[in-house]
């Protein structure tokens, strides 16, 4: 059988489809953007050395390392605007679609008229850290994404106002320019519709997905510096890929590597409860052919419970379902109000303090301290048939790559493995705090409570100014905890990259034939500040890297 034909499509067959795809579209604009531009050639063909492998299991054109939202629509743009072979690499055992599957399905809309604003707007938050010939591509980029959601069948409303956070996220600065900037889609189905319906658009195409494909390795010319395709595991076997025109990667972020985590988040443990694959493998890979690292201390995030349970380590999103609570520092401190700890994409930083009288942060973990009334009003997290059903537990996901089916009903299940912690009185809670963190003291704990329970009685948080219909005392008990902690979403650093999606080297000059798109090298720098920007990068960027990578001449053309 011929390599094409392993793909699932005869090179005669393709052709005709590119053809007809390629008369489909002429005349238009997103044709036009496929450039044709070189790197290497025929004479690449005069290194080949023992670098090159012999033989090649797969062969393509574009060959995409990840199938999440950002490998989604490089793919798309890739054989449908510009008639490329693209074959996807993803680590899940079977069907893919990474964070972005699983989200609220948010993504940025910006309309021409308010583009040039919005330029200013991004300027604006990332503080000169975002190269502004990157602010024009994405803007200008992002302008059509409702042109390609349409073109796509995707299911959407326009909105001016956010399931989660502002928009803009920071949309205050320089005296209030910035409001109205953008909008955003509203998505029933939140990211799993989208997912299904951008993945039946693929497998119509005939773009095949080859999935628990893992330890993926870069073939990089040793001269030239050229990339030239991958070797990847698929299962217990070592495969060959050859990319005739490209590589992008779409590998997502690496929320669940500790090693990663530890050595560039701002904080540590930093938890997260998405897409339980995303650990970094492209970091190495990227590093290996000499790329440039940035934003990796970006998050996008917010504060949440992590279960401290080694079969079930990641965090979880949660709210108290009655005012009879407060929180607390690891000292036993209360330090916010806690109607108000940020945003849903950028509360973490309300943890971000760091007290040099213990060398280290004072406020990860914190602590939610609830009574029986609390503990009896309704659930402290979200469970499958819910409104807001996303994340790892979401039925839409196959078991083989749920990592559990959400929150009980009653809270008890919780109870029962220990995620909450409880005692008969504040001080008997306190000492089970403080067997799982040595720094909890006690009497202060008792002493904030006595405190909480004056200012409830009082109607007037006379310390951080809660509302006063929020100030309700607690019960005479048992009563309980929760670990709180930085997580939720994604990390978004990655291998640094330009306007034209090219990954770079430390001076910043493209690695030949290399891009990358997503979570993976998110170009948000400083803060994260666009609302629906995750998704809206990967649309934006996955297109633009697909387009240029496909002006690229074969890298063995004769």
């Known amino acids: 059988m011929k390599k094409d034909e392993q793909l699932g499509v005869s090179r005669r067959s393709f052709l005709k489809g590119a053809g ?121 980029e992002c302008v059509r994404n409702t042109e390609y959601a349409d073109k796509y069948g995707m299911t959407y409303e326009v909105v001016e106002q956010a399931l989660a956070g502002a928009i803009p996220e920071y949309f205050f600065l320089d005296d209030n320019a910035y409001e109205g900037s953008c909008k955003l889609s509203s998505v029933d189905g939140f990211g799993m519709l989208s997912f299904h319906e951008l993945d039946a658009q693929r497998e119509a195409l005939g773009v095949e997905v080859l999935f628990d494909c893992h330890d993926e390795r870069l073939i990089q010319n040793p ?99 009655g005012f009879s609570y407060f929180n607390v520092n690891r000292l036993g401190k209360r330090f916010v109000n806690e109607n108000n700890m940020g945003s849903p994409h950028n509360g973490w930083h309300t943890l971000l303090s760091f007290d040099d009288s213990i060398a280290d942060f004072d406020r990860i973990p914190s602590w939610g301290i609830f009574d029986q009334s609390c503990f009896d009003a309704g659930k402290l997290s979200t469970s499958q048939g819910d409104f807001f059903e996303c994340g790892n537990f979401a039925s839409d996901l196959p078991d083989s790559v749920r990592d559990w089916d959400g929150w009980s009903q009653d809270n ?30 006690v009497d202060t704990l008792k002493a904030t409570f006595e405190e909480y329970q004056g200012f409830a009685a009082a109607g007037k948080d006379a310390r951080f100014d809660r509302a006063a219909e929020t100030m309700v005392p ?29 990954v770079l080297d430390p001076a910043q000059n493209p690695i030949p034939r290399l891009y990358a798109a997503g979570c993976f090298g998110n170009f948000q720098s400083h803060t994260y500040g666009i609302t629906g920007g995750n998704n809206a990068e990967n649309q934006v960027w996955g297109r633009i890297a697909a387009r240029h990578a496909s002006g690229l001449e074969n890298w063995d053309a004769e």
Not at 49 to 70: F, K
Not at 110 to 129: H, N
Not at 427 to 440: A, N, R, T, V, W
């Open 223 to 321: 001269q030239t510096k050229e990339i030239v395709g991958a070797y990847t595991m698929i299962g217990n076997e070592e495969k060959t890929v050859k990319a005739r025109k490209a590589v992008i990667m779409t590998l997502g972020g690496f929320e669940f590597n500790e090693e990663l985590k530890n050595q560039y988040l701002k904080c540590s443990p930093f938890k997260f409860e998405g897409w339980r694959f995303n650990t970094g493998d492209g970091i190495k890979m990227v590093e290996d052919v000499g790329a440039k690292l940035w934003h990796m201390d970006m998050a996008i995030s917010m504060y949440s419970m992590w279960t401290r349970d080694p079969e079930y380590d990641f965090s979880i999103l949660y709210f108290m379902p």
């Open 412 to 441: 008890k299940a919780e109870l029962e493995r220990g995620w909450i912690l409880t005692g008969a009185t504040i001080e008997e809670l306190g000492q089970k705090i403080k067997e799982f963190d040595p720094l909890m003291d």
């Open 20 to 140: 007809l795809a390629a008369a489909a579209m002429a005349g238009t604009a997103a044709l036009a953007g496929c450039a044709n531009e070189s790197a290497g050639g025929a004479d690449t063909l005069a290194n080949a050395g023992d670098w090159l492998p012999q033989t090649w299991d797969y062969e393509c054109d574009l060959l995409v390392i990840g199938y999440g939202g950002a490998g989604m629509w490089a793919s798309l743009i890739g054989a449908d605007e510009c008639g490329q072979q693209v074959l996807v690499l993803e680590k899940a055992p079977e069907r893919g679609g990474g964070n972005s599957s699983i989200n609220n399905g948010e993504w940025t809309i910006v309309e021409e008229a308010d583009k040039e604003r919005f330029k200013d707007y991004i300027r604006a938050f990332t503080k000169g850290k975002t190269p502004d010939p990157m602010i024009e591509a994405w803007v200008e």
């Open 474 to 502: 607690l019960d005479n008990g048992p009563y309980y905890a929760v670990s709180i902690y930085p997580g939720s979403c994604s990390t978004l650093g990655g291998p640094m990259k330009n306007e034209n999606a090219q």
